[in-house]
């Protein structure tokens, strides 16, 4: 039976997490150092459920033993369990892949990935580790543009404006499915990575976006890297084509995650966050929990 829809948002930073454990930069330094109004983050995920008893995790980052630790209602029930019924991966980026080699310990779940990242995947020989017996992971193909019942949460998939990964670029084609965004439950709009702010996100309560980065020169201006977000297929919050300018119109809840170190956003009172929260979004924080 379909009950009330809850989201918990586990992670909340982009692949960096927060503090990057290499990064001198300001906010970094200042989450370190326990500044006050700066709160750590781990990289992207978001645990989902309908019933309260089977979740289904968007992503498997890197800190999900930790963001387990500190779930209750992710907890073990009896003496070999887990209320995880499913991970479903919205591309094949590490900071979205390498939990589930921590999740490796003999407990069935499905495995949703597109065709594209499933391919990705199955290049690596540590996918066998979760293959160990029948049963053990089972793998899902994630359709594009259809409904499918994700641990009975109805779930569609659709392309979002993106790329590869790192460790596949230049050596596989682009592909549509190697990025997508999820329709969770036809409630939560769920695109933590989209190289475009042009998408349609109508239709849900609460629409939970990619705000890797404020500008998009914002590593260029803090003299960490040549590139900017279009390199990274990150469309900015601010601009004429930012995702703040063009989902102006939405009528949801619009809620910034996979939040870059960098972005002033994560400073207490900048006129960044200002700017966010006046136009009617929100900032997403590790243990956030969003009725939907
Ligand atoms: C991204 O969001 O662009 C990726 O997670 C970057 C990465 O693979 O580190
Ligand atoms: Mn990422
Ligand atoms: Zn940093």
Redesign the pocket.
């Known amino acids: 039976m379909r009950g009330a829809m809850r989201a918990t948002v586990l992670g909340s930073g982009?692949?960096g997490a927060f503090p990057q454990w290499n990064c001198g930069c300001p906010n970094c330094t200042a989450v370190r150092e326990g500044r006050e109004g700066y709160l750590a983050r781990t990289q992207d995920s978001v645990a989902v459920t309908e019933d309260g008893d089977r979740f289904v995790l968007v992503n498997a980052s890197p800190g999900v033993l930790v963001q387990i630790q500190r779930t209750r209602a992710l907890w073990p029930r009896s003496a070999r369990h887990s209320p995880i019924a499913a991970v479903v991966l919205t591309n094949g980026?590490?900071?979205?892949v390498l939990g589930l080699f921590s999740l490796r310990e003999s407990w069935p779940f499905e495995l949703w990935a597109t065709e594209s990242v499933w391919s990705g995947l199955e290049q690596s020989l540590f996918i066998r580790t979760l293959r160990r017996f029948d049963g053990h992971v089972t793998k899902k193909v994630l359709p594009l543009d259809e409904e499918v019942s994700i641990a009975g949460i109805p779930t569609r998939a659709r392309a979002a404006p993106g790329k590869a990964?790192?460790h596949l670029v230049g050596h596989a084609d682009h592909r549509p499915d190697d990025n997508v965004m999820l329709s969770l439950g036809g409630k939560i709009l769920y695109a933590a990575?989209c190289a475009s702010a042009d998408v349609d996100v109508s239709g849900h309560p609460v629409v939970l976006f990619d705000g890797?980065f404020y500008r998009e020169d914002e590593l260029v201006r803090l003299g960490l890297s040549k590139a900017v977000a279009k390199d990274?297929?990150?469309v900015p919050i601010s601009g004429e084509t930012g995702s703040l300018a063009k989902l102006a119109g939405v009528s949801a809840r619009k809620i910034y995650t996979?939040i870059n170190n960098t972005n002033p956003v994560l400073a207490p009172t900048p006129e960044e966050r200002r700017a966010v929260e006046s136009a009617g979004g929100e900032i997403s924080y590790d243990g956030m929990e969003i009725p939907a």
């Open positions: 982009a692949g980026d590490m900071d979205h990964p790192v990575a890797t990274m297929a990150h996979h």
